[in-house]
T-cell receptor, first 117, second 112 residues
């Protein structure tokens, strides 16, 4: 079956521009996560959705970052006025509802590599 | 707050040999799950193995096994008969009802 799909796979943008990153989770997965991974580093939690609501936004690094999710499916992560420090791979993952079946692993997309020049 | 620590940023092992990657965690919760993920250069995160905290028996998946020591809060990954395709970043992860936390990763090199 289809896995988690992220687009674009690569994005190069100029400093100061806004970017939108898209994630299509596995159908039926109500939990959705965004992570940031800088080169050679670990996964930095950004935000978690349960359905359309975001009970945990604690990882968003600044008010330039925002995310939304519609219809318990697609999510977009928006970065406004991009900075060079935003360059990283942005990974999306989905899972059955956390708290109900939390033995389920996260299913990851291939990520979007963002380069800010 | 829960934390996950992988103390080995990089490791190397000779092909066909056995290697153990360490992971420790800190939590006050009693019910949780632990996972090891592999991230090859393609950057796709792949589940390697999972362990339920309430189970004493160590999980195994083919050449991969864990040594789960709940009292010590340790969850190491053993890879037997290492193969070139095992070269990747390996992440340990902790999942409870409220959150999922990853360690910083261990980069594993396989020497031919």
């Amino acid at each position: 079956g289809a896995g988690v799909s992220q687009s674009p796979s690569n994005k190069v943008t100029e400093k100061g521009k806004d970017v939108e990153l898209r994630c299509d989770p596995i159908s039926g997965h109500t939990a959705l996560y965004w992570y940031r991974q800088r080169l050679g580093q670990g996964l930095e939690f950004l935000i978690y959705f349960q359905g359309n609501s975001a009970p945990d936004k604690s990882g968003l690094p600044s008010d330039r970052f925002s995310a939304e999710r519609t219809g318990e499916s697609v999510s977009t992560l928006t970065i406004q006025r991009t900075q060079q420090e935003d360059s990283a791979v942005y990974l999306c993952a989905s899972s059955p509802p956390q708290g109900a079946i939390y033995n389920s692993p996260l299913h990851f997309g291939n990520g979007t590599r963002l380069t800010v020049t | 707050a829960q934390t996950v620590t992988q103390s080995q940023p990089e490791m190397s092992v000779q092909e066909a040999e056995t290697v153990t990657l360490s992971c420790t965690y800190d939590t006050s919760e009693s019910d949780y799950y632990l996972f090891w993920y592999k991230q090859p250069p393609s950057r796709q995160m792949i589940l390697v193995i999972r362990q339920e905290a309430y189970k004493q028996q160590n999980a195994t998946e083919n050449r991969f096994s864990v040594n789960f020591q709940k009292a010590a809060k340790s969850f190491s990954l053993k890879i037997s008969d290492s193969q070139l395709g095992d070269a990747a970043m390996y992440f340990c992860a902790y999942r409870s009802a409220e959150k999922i936390i990853f360690g910083k990763g261990t980069r594993l090199h396989i020497l031919p």
